[in-house]
């Protein structure tokens, strides 16, 4: 189980941590995890946020054959974390500065913890479309929010993608590797430029304009047109997949300078670290493909390195 930060905040009273993690999805879990197994001082403190649980569920998981819902993943990951020791802190990083070598964070709480690092895994948060019971069609796999993850589940189904028209069009055609029957459905009013609408063509991908609304009934999309929008009217779907974008949460890293790319991801070496020095980010907030394998990959590497750059902890002699 969780700890409170209070708990936490006295575990760690006598001396800097090793490494904060802010963020307990996928990716800081099993840091959490690498970390206790290389007996380090760490503490995980997460918001209760993960993307991980929007997942009804996943079939390309790694390990996983028959498929598993993000909630329990998460459990099962923050049960073997805390079976090694690690500590795990119910609350919100709300800043975070140097001091010196160090980096003293603070919550909404109001703990405080002071850390020779700080390893990010604090996720992006997707833009949805404005479906009424939006979590109901998530989890019926009516709106789904990744094709990488889950095409597969929606093969042969009808699929829409709803966004700006151009990244509408753009899933669109990945999409059609799974269905015959794909619709790009414009989020806003703009024109799509000719090169797009060419690509849709090739694709056999039907471009539709903005509609008038959207809603659900957790066994299908309707999306409904204004009369005058050429004819058409009411269309169902299986699937809906946005393309809205999504907000990293990297607020904390840019507040000390680290550098992002265009849609506001954390860049990061090869080892995982920040433009910042000692400040490490994984999971969906780094420049990357949001997956969890991925997300897996990069605490793997973070935590490594970090534990590689600490003094060594190397066992008592007997």
């Not at 923050?78 to 090694?84: D, F, R, V």
Request: proline content about 5%.
């Amino acid at each position: 189980m969780s700890v409170p930060a209070a708990d936490a905040t006295a575990a760690a009273a006598d001396g800097r941590l090793d490494c904060l993690v802010v963020g307990a999805g996928p990716a800081g879990l099993t840091a959490a995890t690498y970390f206790a197994r290389f007996h380090r001082d760490v503490v995980v403190v997460d918001a209760g946020r993960s993307r991980a649980r929007w997942i009804p569920t996943s079939h390309n998981c790694p390990g996983f054959p028959f498929g598993v819902a993000g909630p329990a993943l998460l459990r099962k990951l923050h049960e073997q974390a805390t079976n090694y020791g690690a500590r795990i802190v119910e609350d919100t990083i709300t800043s975070l500065r140097r001091d010196g070598a160090d980096f003293i964070a603070g919550s909404a709480s109001g703990a405080r913890w002071r850390a020779r690092h700080v390893l990010l895994a604090t996720g992006i948060v997707d833009r949805l479309p404005p479906i009424a019971d939006i979590e109901q069609a998530i989890a019926a796999g009516v709106v789904r929010l990744c094709a990488v993850c889950d095409g597969y589940e929606a093969s042969d189904e009808r699929i829409a993608v709803y966004g700006p028209i151009a990244e509408a069009i753009s899933h669109a055609v990945f999409l059609r590797t799974f269905s015959r029957r794909v619709t790009a459905i414009a989020s806003d009013d703009a024109t799509a430029d000719p090169a797009a609408l060419a690509l849709a063509a090739r694709a056999r991908v039907e471009v539709l304009p903005r509609p008038a609304h959207l809603r659900h009934d957790a066994a299908r999309c309707l999306v409904a047109w204004p009369e005058g929008s050429g004819g058409i009217e009411t269309r169902e779907f299986d699937t809906v997949y946005p393309v809205l974008g999504g907000d990293a949460q990297a607020t904390l890293a840019t507040a000390l300078g680290a550098r992002v790319d265009d849609n506001g991801e954390l860049l990061v070496d090869e080892k995982q670290q920040t433009s910042v020095d000692g400040l490490y980010a994984i999971g969906d907030v780094v420049s990357a493909l949001n997956q969890i394998s991925v997300a897996v990959g990069h605490a793997a590497i973070a935590a490594t390195a970090i534990h590689n750059r600490l003094p060594h902890n190397f066992r008592e002699m007997s």
